[in-house]
């Protein structure tokens, strides 16, 4: 199977505002959907709910049950993978150590008088610091990944195989894949561990929450106030990349001061490379095949000076 | 603790109480529409001005602030019926306290009639003043997006006690019985859900991701200054008796750092001493405002109910035990135990545990051990807080 699929559609939160049913609907979906819930973990099945909002189209992929099923099967593979999560933990703490660090002078400067110019090119020098540490994160990650795929080879393995026949059989028999959020890492990590992108062919994919920031080039994480620590936003890895240029922020004005426009615009400047993008409740961003981008309301961009205005579709690519 | 009864300096703006009466004394309608014009008690940055409008020969402040004279008198406006009384408190305080009214040589303990804000407790209602940046939590308040756990009740026979147990056990939202959880117990449950909030400020926490999914087991004891006060019984009551019913009905995660005993006042000592006589069973526990009385020389003040904790408290000081993993130690600045807290953290710390200790300008209540509850759960039990998004 190959293409890329003929329609996205990234949208915000479902549960208080569903709006996965009329996406499939303007994108003219009909027959089952492949579902994946794997970032709701041991939840994975309770899909009833979902079923029923999609009118009983839904198929149930169970990529976090067939996870376990390979890791029980292949117990080589999976301490392989366990210690390579181990080291991405290791990899991820280290990080946010030293992001603490670089964004503490981007924070003091951005509000501190003085020497306008001295100070414009000191908080410039200050976000960059940031900024390669984002990237030498990536390109770690990055590594680790390639290591990791070169040496353990995943797709030839039995276990594997056997259990990405069974979900290539059940995308086959369907015409769109639809990707819950939840757990992102979880998520993220069984996405690629099936590589289920490569099964999915040119069906169309549709995506919430934390599966829209599953679908982006980079998968940021992000919380203002958590009990401990900093919440400085953390790039966690690299998305499925359907969506270039994207980084997903569902739940933004729970988990954001919005209002604090320091925060806001430093988190914009940098993933400059990528537009912020604020999925609210309901909001609904699609891409067709030969039509190009269109976003609704819900869809808003943190711009560079820190506020969210309506996402414009320009300069969006798939 | 700054000082009381200041006044402005020069070039502060005057107070409000002053504006009234400086002119001279205020009739009955300048009192009419000074009252209708603020809230009280006012808080004009660390100033707060308390009033009582009525008959009394004396009205005071009674508050329940360690460390400063219990009783403050009210001031008479001279010809009227207007009393008032200026404090200075610190930035962020929450002050619990009532007015005493004394007419005729009997002194009346009220709630403050022109303050909404109340904070109760087993012996009834104390009114609250609220310094300026202290704010209410927001988690601690019922939030129509979070997903309820429930809480269901059982009675277990306890040989240790001799009596029949009541045990709360909250199961979160979605629990499912395929998975394991960690366990909180809680000294003094009936007292945590109906004064400190402990269901709705669960349910928060729990649904921010901030905290873990947990099981929790509320117990109520029958006489805690006595079962709590480093009670054998009640040490054997919980691990010998509770945690293997609890093990056997729900799917409880089996190890240290999965277990947490938590209490306030008498029931932080249980929890610590309960840990004490039973190493390696519970990897985390969660003290605020323990009842940590012990004596360098001669006997405590305290009284005779604390002579079983100055005994086990002195010798846990003679001979400090890694007790637990993680210790979450809180008290209020206002409290008499500020003291014996804050040279326990220290002690804790001597054994290699790993201690968190948090003050609060509060005092020895209920409400003030729900304001901690966020910083010590959410450090003993961490939830995935960056990682969902649903």
Redesign the interface.
């Known amino acids: 199977m190959s293409g890329i699929p003929r329609a996205l559609a990234f949208l915000g939160?479902q549960?208080?505002e569903p709006t996965l049913a009329r996406a499939v609907a303007a994108l003219g979906i009909e027959g089952d959907l492949a579902t994946v819930t794997a970032?709701w973990q041991?939840?994975e099945r309770e899909v009833e709910e979902l079923h029923e909002h999609l009118g009983g189209r839904a198929v149930n992929l169970e990529l976090h049950r067939r996870g376990e099923a390979v890791f029980a099967a292949d117990a080589e593979f999976a301490g392989a993978y366990r210690r390579r999560q181990e080291l991405f933990r290791q990899m991820q703490d280290i990080y946010a150590l030293r992001l603490d660090a670089a964004m503490s002078p981007c924070l003091a400067l951005a509000e501190r008088p003085g020497h306008e110019r001295l100070l414009e090119e000191e908080r410039a020098a200050a976000l960059e610091g940031v900024r390669a540490l984002d990237e030498a994160h990536a390109g770690r990650m990055a590594e680790v990944h390639a290591e990791f795929d070169a040496r353990w080879r995943p797709a030839e393995r039995d276990a594997l195989r056997h259990e990405r026949a069974e979900i290539a059989r059940l995308i086959g028999d369907s015409t769109a894949l639809a990707i819950a959020?939840?757990?992102?890492?979880?998520l993220a990590n069984r996405l690629k561990l099936f590589d289920l992108l490569a099964l999915t062919g040119d069906r169309p994919v549709l995506a919430w929450?934390?599966g829209a920031?599953a679908c982006a080039e980079r998968v940021v994480?992000?919380?203002d106030h958590?009990?401990?620590g900093t919440g400085h936003a953390?790039l966690l890895d690299a998305g499925l990349g359907l969506a270039g240029g994207l980084v997903f922020l569902?739940?933004a004005r729970r988990r954001l001061d919005l209002g604090d426009t320091i925060k806001t615009s430093l988190l914009a400047r940098r993933f400059t490379a990528l537009a912020a993008v604020v999925l609210e409740d309901g909001a609904s961003l699609t891409w067709r095949l030969g039509e190009g981008w269109s976003a609704d309301a819900g869809c808003l961009k943190l711009g560079e000076d820190g506020a969210l205005t309506p996402l414009t579709v320009q300069g969006v690519a798939a | 603790m700054s000082a009381l009864y200041a006044e402005p300096g020069p070039g502060a703006p005057r107070l409000a109480i002053r504006r009234l009466l400086d002119p001279g004394p205020p009739g009955s309608a300048e009192i009419d529409a000074f009252l209708a014009q603020h809230a009280f008690p006012l808080i004009e940055g660390m100033s707060v001005t308390f009033v009582w409008r009525g008959e009394a020969d004396a009205v005071r402040l009674r508050h329940f602030i360690y460390g400063l004279p219990a009783s403050q008198a009210f001031a008479r406006v001279e010809g009227t019926d207007l009393w008032h009384l200026t404090l200075e408190l610190p930035d962020r305080s929450r002050v619990e306290y009532k007015l005493e009214i004394e007419r005729a040589g009997h002194g009346e303990w009220i709630e403050d009639p022109r303050n909404p804000f109340r904070a109760h407790d087993p012996f009834g209602a104390n009114s609250v003043v609220h310094a300026r940046g202290y704010e209410v939590p927001a988690w601690t308040r019922p939030d129509p997006?979070t997903r309820p756990g429930t809480i269901e009740d059982h009675v277990i026979k306890s040989r240790a006690l001799g009596r029949n147990a009541r045990v709360g056990v909250y199961l979160p939202a979605?629990f499912?019985p395929?998975?394991r959880y960690p366990l909180l117990v809680v000294h003094d449950g009936g007292d945590y859900l109906a004064y400190s909030g402990l269901k709705t400020v669960l349910d928060n926490l729990i649904h921010r991701v901030?905290v873990a999914d947990l099981i929790v087991a509320l117990t109520y004891p029958e006489n805690r200054l006595v079962e709590y006060a480093d009670h054998e019984p009640h040490a054997r009551f919980l691990t010998q008796e509770v945690l293997p019913w609890l093990s056997e009905r729900w799917p409880l995660t089996d190890a240290p750092a999965a277990r947490c005993l938590m209490g306030a006042s008498f029931g932080a000592v249980a929890s610590l001493s309960t840990a004490w006589r039973y190493p390696e069973t519970y990897g985390r526990l969660l003290l605020q405002s323990g009842s940590f009385a012990f004596s360098d020389i001669g006997p405590n003040p305290r009284g005779p109910a604390f002579a079983p904790i100055v005994r086990f408290m002195n010798e846990f000081r003679d001979r400090p035990a890694r007790v637990a993993e993680r210790v979450f130690v809180s008290c209020g600045q206002y409290e008499s135990l500020i003291y014996e807290n804050r040279s326990l953290v220290p002690l804790l710390q001597s054994t290699g545990m790993e201690v968190r200790f948090v003050e609060a300008r509060d005092g020895h209540n209920w409400e003030n051990w729900r304001d901690r509850l966020?910083?010590g759960l959410?450090?003993l039990f961490?939830g995935?807080?960056?990682?969902?998004?649903?």
């Open positions: 939160p549960r208080f970032g041991e939840r959020g939840g757990h992102v890492a979880v929450s934390g920031m994480l992000f919380h958590p009990p401990h953390q569902p739940h | 997006e979605r499912r395929g998975r901030e966020r910083a959410s450090w961490p995935p807080i960056g990682m969902i998004y649903e």
